[in-house]
């Protein structure tokens, strides 16, 4: 797939409820994080990361194919930052945190409760009060119990009046508590999804589909990778080989050259086989010596100087003469 062709994808409308289902769980704080920065899954989400030392060709592509893209979508600087965490594994982890939504959220109303809200709880008709995801369910508890004390009273008095015992005043209490309950429902509160979220889920969505996003930049960085390697490899084998001059080991490695471009590809992630490059290597080191033998042989027969026709095969550059 090309850019082209990505661009595409990243055109085409992801629905509402794809875009809420993405915002809900970024906005979900793992319980096991712990973050400086107070955006960090409040009002920005993490879209996509990596591992810098990490050595995966691709997901470098992807992250900063996938980072240019987002920063290209937003409408303000704000709704995109890049942070960096630590970790024992990888090493320095590179995160791009987006934000949600345009407006800002109204505060939970569960009591201590730093984050914003992103859903209001309803009882029957009555508009409740808002809530974050993870106090959604207490907050429809309360507003719940809120309506079954109202009713207390009208229990109370009932209780006076007509000849109920105290187990069955509990039991019509808890009835119409469990009632509120069941009438209670989280509705979404109405906020405008940024552009930078749109684009990093429509990216998410693509990655979905085919795991690379630019053809081209991952290529590219394969080839670097590539040729690093294959310059690493050649030095190795070369070290094998230090009574050839830098001139005749540059001349070997051009004419090993179309040789070894094949390898490329064969291992993964821009690696090369030292092994291989060996093999090639040698071949043509041998082969260059040889016909610089032969080159020297016609020289010196030009000049009438006879070389022994049974003398055994001069090894790689050695020549031996004789008059
Ligand atoms: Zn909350």
């Known amino acids: 797939?090309?850019?082209?062709?990505?661009?595409?994808?990243?055109?085409?409308?992801?629905?509402?409820?794809?875009l809420r289902?993405?915002?809900?769980?970024?906005?979900?704080?793992?319980?096991?994080?712990?973050?400086?920065?107070?955006?960090?899954?409040t009002t920005h989400v993490p879209v996509v990361g990596w591992a810098e030392h990490g050595d995966d060709i691709l997901?470098?592509?992807?992250?900063?194919?996938?980072?240019?893209?987002?920063?290209?979508?937003?409408?303000?600087d704000e709704h995109v930052f890049e942070g960096s965490a630590r970790h024992w594994l990888v090493g320095s982890l590179r995160q791009v945190w987006v934000q949600v939504y345009e407006e800002p959220a109204p505060p939970c109303a569960s009591s201590d409760c730093e984050r914003g809200a992103e859903f209001t709880a309803q009882l029957g008709e009555t508009k409740g009060d808002d809530y974050c995801f993870e106090h959604i369910e207490s907050g429809r508890?309360?507003?719940?119990?809120?309506?079954?004390?109202?009713?207390?009273i009208e229990l109370e008095d009932e209780l006076i009046e007509t000849d109920v015992d105290e187990d069955d005043f509990h039991e019509k209490?808890?009835?119409?508590?469990?009632?509120?309950?069941?009438?209670?429902?989280?509705?979404?509160?109405?906020?405008?999804?940024?552009?930078a979220f749109r684009e990093a889920v429509s990216i998410a969505e693509s990655l979905v589909d085919y795991p690379i996003l630019d053809e081209s930049d991952y290529s590219e960085r394969e080839n670097e990778r590539f040729e690093e390697n294959l310059a690493e490899?050649?030095?190795?084998?070369?070290?094998?080989?230090?009574?050839?001059?830098?001139?005749?080991?540059?001349?070997?490695?051009?004419?090993?050259?179309?040789?070894?471009?094949?390898?490329?590809?064969?291992e993964g992630n821009g690696d090369v086989s030292w092994g291989k490059v060996e093999e090639i290597y040698?071949?043509?080191?041998?082969?260059?010596?040889?016909?610089?033998?032969t080159e020297i042989r016609d020289e010196l027969s030009r000049l009438?100087?006879?070389?022994?026709?049974?003398?055994?095969?001069?090894?790689?550059?050695?020549?031996e003469l004789s008059a």
């Open 282 to 293: 040698r071949e043509h080191r041998d082969a260059y010596f040889e016909e610089k033998a």
């Open 173 to 195: 209490w808890a009835s119409i508590y469990k009632n509120k309950l069941a009438l209670t429902r989280e509705v979404p509160i109405e906020r405008t999804f940024t552009a």
């Open 141 to 152: 508890e309360s507003l719940a119990w809120d309506a079954a004390e109202e009713k207390q």
């Open 233 to 266: 490899a050649l030095e190795w084998v070369q070290r094998d080989f230090v009574e050839d001059s830098d001139d005749e080991a540059e001349v070997i490695s051009d004419l090993a050259r179309d040789d070894l471009s094949e390898l490329y590809g064969m």
């Open 304 to 319: 009438g100087l006879l070389i022994k026709d049974d003398r055994p095969q001069a090894g790689p550059g050695q020549l």
């Open 59 to 76: 997901e470098e592509s992807n992250f900063l194919v996938a980072k240019g893209l987002i920063e290209g979508a937003a409408e303000d």
């Open 21 to 41: 289902e993405y915002a809900e769980n970024g906005l979900e704080r793992p319980r096991d994080a712990m973050f400086r920065d107070d955006r960090c899954h």
């Open 1 to 18: 797939m090309s850019q082209a062709t990505y661009e595409g994808i990243a055109m085409s409308e992801i629905d509402e409820d794809t």
